[in-house]
C-alpha cells in the first residue's frame, strides 16, 4: 500500500504570515498534485509537478517535488484569509492516485 | 475551464434503498473516478473507468457499482444503502495525454449521502 503523509494535520496562524506544509512517502509517484477544499465543496486543483526536483509558482503559493519523486512541499507566503481551507496532496502510482490525509489550514485576521 | 457536475449535493435516503448518485463532465476526458471522503480517512477510491462501458474497482468497491454509457456520464449505484454508506461522495474526471494534464483530476461539488 502505497501512503501518503501530510503535515501538520492542522495549522492555525495569522494573516500576513508565511508557512509551509508537507507531503511525505517512502514510495516514488510518478507525479504529485496539490489541491484546496473547501467545506461542502470538491477538491480544486492547484498544481501538477513531474519533474523530480521542480519548483512551481502560482502568485504567493510555491510547489516543490522532492528530488527523488517521493515528497513535496507547499509554501505559502503572507498568508490570507481566503488561503483557509484542506490542502491536500496526491500522487499518482501505477494507474491511480493516492490521497494524503490533508492539513487543515486556518488563517485568522 | 473544466466542469464536472453531479446530480444532488444533498441526499437522504433509507436503509435498504436503491441510490443512483450521477456525474457528468464536459471536457471529453476518457477517464473518471468516484471517491467517497471520510474524516480521519481521507479520499478512497470506489471505482474508476477508462473508457466507454470499461470499470475498474477501485480500494473499497464492496457495496457499490457503476455504469458508464456515455464518455461524459459515470453513474455510481448502492444497490441497498446502509447507514456505513453515510460519506461525502465525489466524482473526478482526468484526461488520458498530456504529460502534465494526463495527472490531473477535476472533482465535481460533491454529495453528501446521509443513510439513515
Known amino acids: 500500500t502505497q501512503l501518503l503523509e501530510q503535515s501538520p494535520q492542522f495549522l492555525s496562524i495569522q494573516e500576513g504570515e508565511n508557512l509551509t506544509v508537507y507531503c511525505n512517502s517512502s514510495?516514488?509517484?510518478?507525479?504529485l498534485q496539490w489541491y484546496r477544499q473547501e467545506p461542502g465543496e470538491g477538491p480544486v486543483l492547484l498544481v501538477t509537478?513531474?519533474?523530480?526536483?521542480e519548483v512551481k509558482k502560482l502568485k504567493r503559493l510555491t510547489f516543490q517535488f522532492g528530488d527523488a519523486r517521493k515528497d513535496s512541499s507547499l509554501h505559502i507566503t503572507a498568508a490570507q484569509t481566503g488561503d483557509t481551507g484542506l490542502y491536500l496532496c496526491?500522487?499518482?502510482?501505477?494507474?491511480?492516485?493516492?490521497f494524503g490525509p490533508g492539513t487543515r489550514l486556518s488563517v485568522l485576521p | 475551464d473544466v466542469k464536472v457536475t453531479q446530480s444532488s449535493r444533498y441526499l437522504v435516503k433509507r436503509t435498504g434503498e436503491k441510490v443512483f448518485l450521477e456525474c457528468v463532465q464536459d471536457?471529453?476526458?476518457?477517464?473518471m473516478f468516484w471517491y467517497r471522503q471520510d474524516p480521519g480517512l481521507g479520499l478512497r477510491l470506489i471505482y474508476f473507468?477508462?473508457?466507454?462501458?470499461?470499470?475498474e474497482k477501485g480500494d473499497i468497491p464492496e457495496g457499490y457499482s457503476v455504469s458508464r454509457e456515455k464518455k461524459e456520464r459515470f453513474s455510481l449505484i448502492l444497490e441497498s444503502a446502509s447507514t456505513n454508506q453515510t460519506s461525502m461522495y465525489l466524482c473526478?474526471?482526468?484526461?488520458?495525454?498530456?504529460?502534465?494534464?494526463?495527472?490531473?483530476?477535476?472533482f465535481g461539488p460533491g454529495t453528501r449521502l446521509t443513510v439513515t
Open positions: 473526478a474526471s482526468k484526461p488520458t495525454s498530456g504529460r502534465a494534464r494526463r495527472y490531473e483530476q477535476y
Open positions: 514510495s516514488v509517484f510518478s507525479s
Open positions: 509537478v513531474v519533474t523530480g526536483g
Open positions: 496526491a500522487g499518482y502510482y501505477g494507474q491511480n492516485f493516492v
Open positions: 471536457m471529453d476526458h476518457e477517464n
Open positions: 473507468s477508462y473508457d466507454v462501458k470499461m470499470k
